[in-house]
């Protein structure tokens, strides 16, 4: 193609476009936002790069939401390691807007390798730097222009983005807000903006409506504003143009709610309403809350992940504390089993001592493991644990929490976990708890959930699917659990119910709960490499039924958080921190600097 646009000059890419071959064969092509490039099974029978515009990599496992690998951005390739692996694609690939692609045919690229060693050379650097990537479970290409549109009636909704653009300014990022003023710049223009800054904000205001529909189309994330004290809307489809971001779940929903709320209601009207995967709760004027969002954005927010374990699990309630007394923010949230329970109170805010309150009295004053039954379904009739959950979280719904939440179950109806992110929060944590054996099984429809330890008891990786940021993980299953004398029969039945000891249940519960929670060797690894922070408490004298041990199990917590803590060279949420422009510019500008010192001495 004599008339072959060229793509940029510092793509890793751009000899390969000098051999004639290639740019006499390769095709040119525009690719709509939201249209496919390839789908997973795909012939890889070519290497795409981009030119302009920008594609998005999804991963999709069966009953799951799609999972977002990364970005490719202009002079980026895609499709390249299935290419020369010679395998079908293991990815889909969408574009996020409207782009223009190169399409090179697979002969053509290896008789350009062959021809010039160095484009093999430069693409191999580019692959083992994208393997590096995903061996850290980080996105390859992180999102930096991110899209906001007024969802109902909100008002202006511009007052927001700049709160936080000065936010992100504050983490030292070149950021700037672009609102309908741009609408007749040429496409030029918004290419050089999004060059030379870090982050980009595009606005849409709901009178907008010639640069509504442009918004979703220019954006890597879509971010709906809405009222969180007034009605949900009528759902009447998202966005215009946002359409392929809902399909991969790239579009959050930001409720702004009054300055003095004490909880958050009605958010899942609002999520039907929008299509949004994910809602985030600010309260006007209240910084804490501007300051997550812009963490969010930029990639250092901080997830916690708490696992399972029976009376172990109070550790959980001592790693919180350490973690607020080092000032370290908790931006999203998830566990398994108890420490989904935990984690459920962190998500509606309790604080340490409301927290420590609440734990004792559904927990730690009295067995909630005391209803014996007659062994039908359980060996209790999980009536108190209902009724703790109901005392202690009440009526409220996932949505409604002011952190992002999540909570695993196994459903064995299905034979997958089974994740709760809405819907009522206690009978997600009921499904949770329901220790196979011990309590009875909770149901969804025609599903069977019992424990989400059964299947997947520390979801650090399941957290690492859902957000971008460091992520700090406390698992309290790897000590040593249960011996012989844990599952010993009593030496008089008499004795031991005299001595209140049955109220902890049997020695048998022992066995059930701790079969439940034996990780397999994969996937205790890969929870283990999705944390940033893996934080272990010595919790081996603890027995995993001995629900009074509150006071030592949140101890080793506390102190195993604080000594993880002190390990660290750099603050939780600059664990993944991306360098700025401007740090960039100034390393390369030093390394330049280092390289020609270095010649000279050599002369």
């Known amino acids: 193609?004599?008339?072959?646009?060229?793509?940029?000059?510092?793509?890793?890419?751009?000899?390969?476009?000098?051999?004639?071959?290639?740019?006499?064969?390769?095709?040119?092509?525009?690719?709509?936002?939201?249209?496919?490039?390839?789908?997973?099974?795909?012939?890889?029978?070519?290497?795409?790069?981009?030119?302009?515009?920008?594609?998005?990599?999804?991963?999709?496992?069966?009953?799951?939401?799609?999972?977002?690998?990364?970005?490719?951005?202009?002079?980026?390739?895609?499709?390249?390691?299935?290419?020369?692996?010679?395998?079908?694609?293991?990815?889909?690939?969408?574009?996020?807007?409207?782009?223009?692609?190169?399409?090179?045919p697979k002969e053509v690229f290896f008789a350009a390798c062959d021809a010039d060693a160095a484009v093999m050379t430069e693409l191999a650097r580019l692959m083992i730097l994208r393997s590096r990537q995903v061996a850290r479970r980080g996105p390859i290409g992180d999102p930096s222009v991110f899209g906001f549109v007024a969802a109902g009636r909100p008002g202006p909704i511009r007052p927001v983005v700049e709160?936080?653009?000065?936010?992100?300014?504050?983490?030292?990022?070149?950021?700037?807000?672009?609102?309908?003023?741009?609408?007749?710049?040429?496409?030029?223009?918004?290419?050089?903006?999004?060059?030379?800054?870090d982050f980009v904000l595009y606005v849409a205001e709901r009178d907008e409506t010639a640069w509504a529909p442009f918004v979703p189309r220019q954006v890597d994330r879509l971010f709906q504003v809405g009222r969180g004290d007034r009605p949900a809307p009528e759902a009447d489809g998202g966005p215009v143009?946002?359409?392929?971001?809902?399909?991969?779940?790239?579009?959050?929903?930001?409720?702004?709610?009054?300055?003095?709320?004490?909880?958050?209601?009605?958010?899942?009207?609002?999520?039907?309403?929008?299509?949004?995967?994910?809602?985030?709760?600010?309260?006007?004027?209240?910084?804490p809350d501007f300051e997550r969002l812009a963490r969010v954005l930029t990639g250092q927010s901080v997830g916690l992940v708490l696992s399972g374990g029976g009376a172990r699990a109070y550790a959980h309630v001592g790693a919180i504390k350490a973690l607020r007394e080092r000032g370290v923010p908790v931006d999203f949230v998830g566990g398994s089993s108890m420490g989904a329970v935990v984690a459920a109170g962190l998500a509606m805010g309790w604080g340490e001592a409301e927290m420590d309150r609440r734990l004792r009295e559904a927990f730690v004053n009295t067995s909630p493991l005391d209803d014996i039954a007659l062994p039908l379904l359980a060996m209790t009739h999980g009536v108190k644990v209902?009724?703790?959950?109901?005392?202690?979280?009440?009526?409220?719904?996932?949505?409604?929490l002011w952190l992002p939440f999540f909570c695993l179950s196994s459903n064995l109806t299905t034979g997958v976990y089974q994740l709760h992110r809405r819907g009522s929060l206690r009978q997600s944590l009921r499904a949770s708890i329901a220790l196979p054996g011990v309590l009875p099984p909770a149901?969804?429809?025609?599903?069977?959930?019992?424990?989400?330890?059964?299947?997947?008891?520390?979801?650090?990786?399941?957290?690492?699917?859902?957000?971008?940021?460091?992520?700090?993980?406390?698992?309290?299953?790897?000590?040593?659990?249960?011996?012989?004398?844990?599952?010993?029969?009593?030496?008089?039945?008499?004795?031991?119910i005299f001595s209140g000891q049955w109220r902890m249940g049997p020695p048998i519960v022992s066995l059930l709960m701790r079969a439940a929670t034996v990780s397999t060797g994969r996937d205790l690894a890969a929870a283990r490499e999705a944390t940033d922070v893996l934080i272990q408490p010595d919790v081996s004298h603890i027995e995993i039924r001995d629900w009074a041990a509150y006071d030592e199990a949140v101890e080793a917590g506390y102190r195993a958080t604080l000594a993880a803590l002190d390990k660290l060279a750099r603050p939780i949420p600059q664990l993944r921190r991306r360098p700025s422009l401007r740090e960039q510019q100034a390393t390369g500008a030093a390394m330049t600097a280092f390289m020609a010192s270095t010649q000279a001495a050599a002369e």
């Open 1 to 104: 193609m004599a008339n072959l646009p060229k793509i940029p000059v510092d793509s890793a890419l751009a000899r390969l476009f000098r051999q004639p071959k290639a740019r006499d064969q390769t095709i040119w092509f525009s690719l709509p936002g939201g249209s496919k490039l390839f789908g997973h099974g795909d012939a890889s029978d070519q290497l795409f790069v981009v030119r302009t515009g920008r594609l998005g990599a999804f991963r999709r496992e069966e009953g799951q939401e799609p999972q977002f690998l990364g970005i490719i951005r202009p002079g980026e390739p895609a499709g390249e390691m299935s290419l020369i692996a010679g395998i079908p694609h293991t990815a889909e690939v969408y574009a996020l807007r409207d782009s223009e692609i190169f399409a090179v």
């Open 163 to 197: 709160r936080l653009e000065r936010e992100i300014a504050a983490l030292g990022y070149e950021v700037t807000v672009v609102g309908a003023e741009a609408a007749a710049a040429p496409t030029e223009w918004f290419s050089e903006v999004e060059r030379v800054h």
């Open 241 to 287: 143009g946002g359409a392929a971001l809902r399909e991969q779940s790239l579009v959050d929903l930001i409720l702004v709610q009054p300055a003095e709320l004490d909880r958050p209601a009605g958010s899942e009207a609002w999520l039907d309403a929008t299509g949004a995967t994910r809602v985030f709760h600010v309260r006007r004027g209240h910084a």
């Open 386 to 400: 209902g009724e703790r959950l109901h005392t202690h979280f009440g009526d409220t719904q996932i949505a409604d």
């Open 443 to 496: 149901t969804d429809g025609q599903n069977v959930l019992v424990d989400g330890a059964v299947m997947k008891n520390f979801p650090a990786d399941i957290m690492r699917a859902v957000h971008l940021g460091p992520i700090v993980g406390v698992d309290v299953t790897t000590a040593r659990s249960i011996t012989a004398k844990d599952v010993a029969r009593p030496s008089s039945v008499w004795r031991w």
